[in-house]
């Protein structure tokens, strides 16, 4: 049974559906969930999660965050914006510990900006050793954010970085509310989260940003909200967009304080007109379902949204799943096993459905030059 969360940042109990966001099984793990506005402060967020064991399970076996060792054109963007807003605020004898810091993407830029004393926690295994491979970077212990004074000394940190963290964790509150308690006062704090304030239905994936791994959306209203209710103050806030993706980050920096913020309500955020407007292009998109047998490429979030979907035709016309994820392969997706992309052989004669909104044409190219007069159906090139 899924619990009813408090809201993460007023903690009332009291919050209006928005919209429910039903997600295939994968690997018998049910990680749907509703959006829920709060009554109180308007802050939007993932309700009737998953238990936190299912989330670890995900991100342990399923996730590919751990089998990720390329850096996209939008993390280099990303992280080259994070790192200027970080050098014009924060000066270069800083103790910067990045948490959540993956295999070192913004400690290595940080190090290329001229910062000295940094260090970096990740809860994926490999990622010391990646760090070390791709970018000589050696200062990456395994960790949690429940377990960061294991890993580091916080007496010492001038600066915490937490880059596309908060967006994720199920117990947000009482996670960032215990380490303000082990903090000293005057500690800085350095935020990115994708920005709900950005948004933009118009384009880019429906329902994109409702993923199974993000579970909070925030405004540059209601993290200023957030951090307050921590004994945060603003230092400065500046929202980045990353227009082909009709999205952003929202990029904070603050500090903790002894003074007390109150909370201001977060009207009239963007949320209801992007689930209106996604609405209108996915199913736009639905159109690209052939009518005859298919096969799926995508087990990932996409396909997860797109499978509770099908009409029951489309369901009994669906024969195999495939994935690129080594993490999925034999795993059940839905009703299907996930076959790895050698598979496609084995359906020379079906059209492929790809599942995808940013790699749809890296897919297809890929799956051409390997099979070269397989049948694909692209969801979005017309959309
Ligand atoms: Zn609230």
Redesign the pocket.
Known sequence: MKQSRS?P??E?MVATLLHYNELAPIDMLDMSYSLSE?N??N?IFADKLPSNSQYLFYYEKLSKYDTQVTVSDVDRYRTEKAVSFLTERVSKDATILDVGCGFGVMLSALRDAGYTNLSGIDPAPHSGLQASEQFKFNEISQGTIEGINKAANLSEISLICLMCVLEHLPDIKSNLSNLAKQLQYGTKLMVEVPALDLYDGTGGEPFGELSIEHIQYFTATSMTNFLNSLGFKIIDAELFAIPHLKSGSLFVLAELSTEIQKIAPDRHTKMRDYLRNSELRWQAALKNIPDELFVLYGAGSHSARLVPKLTEKQKNNLVAVIDGNVNLHGKKFGGWEVEPPEAIKKYSELSILISSYRSEKLIADSIKTKFQNQKLKLMYSDV
């Open positions: 809201c940042v007023c009332s709060c109180n402060c802050f």
